[in-house]
């Protein structure tokens, strides 16, 4: 029971207890500002069961919430997505935008999967750089995350973030903890950030962090996209 839902993703594991959890985006909550919900699977082999319903209305053992202090309109949560390791932890990290924060031009927030899986629900202002951080842009409303895709052959896990509005996607390259938050610039304005690493401008990327891909017609057709394995063989 409750809410709107925006969309469901498959997530992976984020508990590191081998069982597969869900995403599931709530971007109508509280007049549009927007929530989401990690849905934890369960082990049937040793008796664990779901109810014939299971109420997503309060963070649970089972079910925790993502929200944000947020303006009405938001619609934190309209997109999500899970399934890849991002940072090369062996932890399934969670993707979702916010596409009117920030003045209109959205926010994608990264959630870094945790050993202690979101203790008591997770509130995104948390962002520190440690537990995630935020991607800032234009029209950053849709977002795909890879899943075990690696574009760069580098063993962390990419994002691609479709702009809506100019017709571009921009991927934004996985990499590890280490050399994200040895970065105190990592927006590259010339300014410390606050949080090393706790977020990232996306016109800095400049092909080491990610790269952009041009000559899209400007439509909504291309916020969908797929990764389609190993197309070389190689």
């Known amino acids: 029971n409750g809410g709107m839902f925006s969309h469901v993703a498959s997530y992976g594991d984020v508990d590191r207890d081998t069982i597969d959890d869900v995403i599931i985006g709530e971007p109508e909550y509280n007049a549009f500002s927007g929530q989401a919900h990690v849905l934890f699977g369960r082990n049937s082999k040793t008796g664990e069961t779901f109810p014939d319903e299971v ?15 947020a303006n009405s309109n938001d619609l934190f949560g309209f997109s999500v997505s899970g399934s890849g390791d991002i940072t090369g932890d062996g932890l399934r990290d969670i993707v979702l935008t916010a596409p009117f924060v920030n003045g209109g031009s959205g926010v994608t927030y990264v959630v870094l999967g945790s050993d202690n899986a979101l203790a008591g629900g997770f509130d ?29 052959n580098d063993n962390y896990d990419d994002i691609l973030l479709p702009d809506r509005r100019d017709g571009q996607i921009y991927v934004v390259f996985g990499q590890s903890d280490a050399d994200r938050l040895a970065d105190p610039d990592y927006n ?47």
Do not use: C, E, P
């Not at 995104?124 to 075990?148: K, R």
């Open 55 to 69: 109420d997503l209305s309060s963070s649970t053992d089972s079910n925790k919430i993502i929200n944000r202090t």
């Open 124 to 152: 995104i202002s948390s962002l520190n750089g440690v537990n995630g951080f935020g991607i800032y842009g234009d029209s950053l409303d849709q977002v795909l995350h890879l899943g075990s895709a690696d574009l760069n």
């Open 188 to 234: 590259a304005d010339g300014n410390g950030d606050g949080h090393q690493g706790d977020r990232l401008d996306i016109t800095s990327l400049d092909g080491s962090n990610g790269f952009t891909i041009n000559g899209l017609t400007v439509s909504n057709d291309h916020k969908h996209i797929a990764y389609g394995g190993d197309i070389n063989n190689d």
